[in-house]
């Protein structure tokens, strides 16, 4: 799918630096990618301290 945008060449020229990456499409696609996995990763977090508890769980037992 072919998508027109306009995009920051300053900010693009710089993300392409930074991420060795040899096409601005591939820069473009794994900014994406990290942008979305940062979300879901807040999604995660928000869980944190919300899941019950496993009384049983004996985090000792699995050092061993």
Not at 15 to 41: P, W, Y
Not at 52 to 59: A, E, L, M, S
């Amino acid at each position: 799918m072919a998508t027109n945008l306009s995009i920051d060449t300053e900010l693009l020229n710089e993300a392409l630096i930074i991420s060795g990456l040899s096409t601005k499409k591939d820069t473009a696609n794994q900014a994406l990618m990290e942008f979305v996995q940062r979300r879901k990763q807040r999604e995660i977090t928000s869980l944190f301290g919300s899941l019950p508890q496993d009384t049983d769980y004996d985090y000792k037992k699995g050092r061993k």
